[in-house]
């Protein structure tokens, strides 16, 4: 084989190689036929799922940050040109990442402006009129459900809770294309009928309806058996059709969906960060169509706007967790779906002569346009060890002209190697495809990438407060981020001026069990380390209330971080509450072992009492609750009084939360959060500052992750195939420091593997030459390590694992401090 190279300088100031070959005494390439009349199902159009609370801090984005992300989202030709974007009807309830307010949260309540997903729909079509809208519910208000140990949705009131919904989005000037029943629970055919034909009556028939939006294919069964209820279904859409957090090697789907006459949808994949995820999204997009005649691709989630503390951080096609800097990250899966949205359109049809596997690795899908004979080819060749060749040719009434050729090299961490313009090529040409990437062919035009840049990442600064006065009443404050229940701003009760108010009073329609009592939390985990926490408090029934600081993570029925709970009886309790050895699942309505909780495959949340006694503290009267951290020290105040000072090194930093006995009614007020001094003059520096390099790791867990500020995900060494010890981690500091101070965090899911127990630290100014700074050994237990250094001046810090649990190496955080 003879190969032509072409050097063509793209846009961004880097040299691109693509080559074209022609034929010579090499094995003959892969050949694709692009027939134009041949067989193929209706493209439904690719999209990403706002839902879990996952797009909360979006809305607090300052401009032109906002706007950016939003034409990154949603702007043809610019970025992701998502052609879906299926939304949360919010239950007030948690669905993953936090809850998202109800529009209706009594028979008699209707507020078709709450919550941020008019909001967000509105701007996707501003960007984009022709995008279609989907909508799902993970939780309802309680008075729409059924039932009290495992309340339900399948009733009469939630059709009329989910039409009202709809009526909403009339006035929003928003049509709703599809409207699933209940995220990943079990079917109820009725119900489905019910919905159908009040859909019809309530004027939007033309509303299609979506079963079951959840696992395995159950609901083929009926589809197959009930005729009404196959009348009353349009789509059939089912979650994690090619695996879930997996490769996503293989996307099928039983003959029996195929053979229904119906679009096939996969409703739900993802869940995986806009960086590492990039490469098995690639294979989602088509495989589904390979595998399994789906047409239609749903990203969980659309952005990464939710705090650090929260489960499946960075999961999404952007991540957006910084308002108040305004930083934001355009992630290789950006790019990844925008090689499908930039050159193709709802309403093409795939063409199945052109679909299928590559023999050297990846795969391949082609659609045409309905009108015209317009056509694009997408290759991923993410499975690919080595370049392959492929030749193709088109016929069937389709388009001779020139083709446009776009890559993205999705192994490279460089920006400027997504989403690059190449050459174009024509009918009858052979390409080289290197590995790990995805190419697009087409003779569309119009395509592009945008070119906003992202501000620096920076702390959100101390003294933080908020009196709550200065919004609208009903409105949710800048930066609060509710994980259950539903804080708004409400008139003062006892005093003047507004105040942030609880105000769910019945259990909600739960989906996945977490939590079930009302919270909600502001801050920066990677930064607010010492300070000292203040709030006024109201409750308005018996029960309690509580004011909780460095909280540093949230799963299942946990709340990580510390407690201080006041009691209307009297009593008040301070206690750390934490996930170490806790691997909880997410206890969907579909899994029969669900039994009303999160399930604990290993440990229970563990919560241990600091202190407690008794105050005169009673319901309908004013509080001040206070939190203090310095260090490893805590102090605890009511009213004014400190209560209790004890030492516990179990969180490092973290941010404050408010919480409330369920389902119970307060207010709070004069939210505070001021800085205290480190001991001994110490500092650390908050994670913003922190980057991280490693002698090696496993796909995901890079060595970026021990130094992003959450404890819920880490470093890990590489275990397939298995690197041995001894493995490095450096962090830098981006400039010299005198360190007094490094702590390790290892892990707290409950596995030793990777817990450094023997270890060597040097430390550097250039990144060159280190100098040892300290050696030792430690316990094989998740325990917070701390290495004492004699104020070194240095920029980089190496910590190196000599031996470790299992063989491995791995850090959930490293932090540095400095004077």
Not at 719 to 737: F, K, Y
Request: hydrophobic share 35%; glycine share 10%; proline share 6%.
């Amino acid at each position: 084989m003879r190969a032509h190279r072409h050097w063509i300088l793209a846009a961004l100031g880097v040299f691109l190689v693509f080559t074209v070959t022609t034929p010579a005494r090499a094995a003959a390439p892969q050949q694709v036929t692009i027939d134009g009349a041949s067989d193929g199902r209706t493209f439904d159009g690719v999209g990403a799922l706002s839902a879990g609370a996952s797009s909360r801090l979006l809305i607090d984005y300052p401009e032109p940050q906002r706007r950016q992300i939003l034409d990154y989202l949603f702007k043809p030709g610019y970025g992701a040109a998502l052609q879906i974007l299926k939304v949360e009807i919010g239950g007030d309830t948690n669905s993953t990442d936090g809850a998202e307010p109800s529009h209706m949260r009594t028979p008699s309540d209707l507020n078709c402006d709450r919550g941020y997903e008019w909001w967000l729909m509105e701007q996707a079509k501003a960007r984009n009129p022709h995008i279609k809208l989907s909508a799902l519910q993970w939780g309802a208000p309680g008075w729409a459900g059924s039932g009290q140990a495992r309340p339900t949705v399948w009733t009469t009131r939630d059709i009329d809770y989910l039409t009202s919904w709809l009526g909403c989005a009339r006035r929003h000037h928003l049509h709703i294309d599809y409207l699933g029943g209940w995220n990943e629970a079990w079917f109820d055919t009725a119900w489905y009928e019910q919905l159908h034909k009040a859909l019809h009556e309530r004027g939007y028939g033309d509303v299609k309806v979506v079963a079951d939006d959840s696992f395995n294919w159950d609901v083929l069964k009926p589809l197959t058996e009930e005729p009404a209820f196959r009348a009353a279904v349009d789509v059939v859409g089912q979650h994690y059709v090619c695996g879930y957090l997996s490769d996503y090697l293989r996307c099928p789907s039983p003959p029996a969906a195929q053979a229904l006459g119906k679009p096939l949808h996969a409703s739900e994949q993802g869940s995986l960060p806009y960086d590492s995820g990039a490469a098995p999204l690639a294979r989602a997009l088509s495989r589904p169509y390979i595998d399994g005649a789906m047409t239609s691709t749903i990203n969980w989630s659309l952005i990464a706007s939710w705090y650090d503390t929260m489960p499946f951080q960075a999961a999404g096609l952007m991540g957006a967790n910084e308002p108040w800097s305004g930083a934001y990250t355009a992630g290789a899966s950006l790019w990844a779906t925008a090689h499908t949205t930039q050159f193709t359109q709802p309403g093409w049809r795939y063409v199945d002569s052109a679909k299928g596997y590559l023999d050297g690795g990846g795969s391949y899908v082609a659609l045409r346009a309905p009108n015209s004979g317009d056509y694009s080819l997408i290759v991923e060749t993410i499975d690919a060890t080595a370049p392959q060749r492929l030749k193709f040719s088109v016929t069937g009434g389709l388009s001779a002209r020139p083709v446009n050729v776009w890559s993205s090299d999705l192994s490279s961490t460089d920006s400027r190697q997504w989403f690059t313009h190449d050459r174009a090529v024509r009918s009858g040409d052979t390409l080289t495809l290197e590995p790990g990437h995805v190419y697009t062919l087409s003779t569309t035009n119009g395509q592009g990438k945008g070119r906003a840049v992202s501000p620096p990442a920076a702390p959100l600064r101390l003294p933080y407060r908020d009196s709550f006065d200065s919004y609208a009443t009903g409105s949710t404050p800048r930066y609060i981020s509710d994980l259950d229940g539903a804080f708004e701003v409400a008139p003062c009760a006892g005093r003047r001026g507004r105040c942030l108010r609880q105000v769910i009073s019945e259990q909600p329609v739960w989906w996945n069990g977490w939590l079930k009592r009302p919270v909600t939390v502001v801050g920066d985990l990677k930064s607010w380390r010492d300070y000292n926490a203040r709030v006024d408090v109201r409750l308005e029934q018996d029960g309690w209330s509580e004011l909780m600081g460095r909280v540093d993570g949230q799963w299942g029925d946990a709340v990580s971080g510390i407690h201080l709970r006041v009691s209307s009886t009297g009593e008040w309790r301070l206690y750390d509450e934490n996930l170490r050895g806790q691997d909880s699942d997410l206890c969907v309505p579909s899994n029969p072992s669900c039994a009303g909780i999160a399930s604990l495959r290993q440990h229970p949340v563990q919560r241990q009492t600091l202190a407690s006694g008794r105050a005169p503290v009673t319901a309908r009267t004013w509080h001040r609750l206070g939190l203090g951290f310095s260090g490893s020290r805590v102090t605890a105040s009511l009213d004014g009084r400190r209560i209790a000072q004890v030492d516990t090194p179990v969180h490092a930093s973290g941010q404050v939360g408010l919480g409330v006995s369920p389902w119970q009614q307060a207010q709070f007020d004069d939210l505070s959060v001021t800085p205290a001094q480190s001991p001994g003059d110490l500092r650390y520096l908050p994670a913003q500052q922190l980057s991280a390099t490693g002698t090696g790791f496993h796909h995901g867990y890079e060595p970026r992750k021990a130094v992003d500020g959450s404890i819920q995900s880490m470093w890990h060494s590489e275990w397939s195939p298995r690197s041995s010890l001894p493995q490095t981690i450096t962090v830098d500091t981006g400039r010299a420091h005198r360190i007094g101070k490094v702590t390790y965090q290892p892990r707290e899911d409950g596995d030793t593997n990777g817990i450094i127990t023997r270890y060597e630290l040097a430390t550097s100014t250039d990144g060159v030459t280190y100098t040892p700074g300290a050696s030792g050994a430690w316990p094989l237990d998740a325990a917070r390590k701390e290495i004492d250094l004699p104020d070194v001046m240095a920029r980089f810090v190496r910590l190196t694992a000599l031996d470790a649990g299992g063989g491995y190496a791995s850090a959930a955080e490293i932090q540095v401090a400095v004077r």
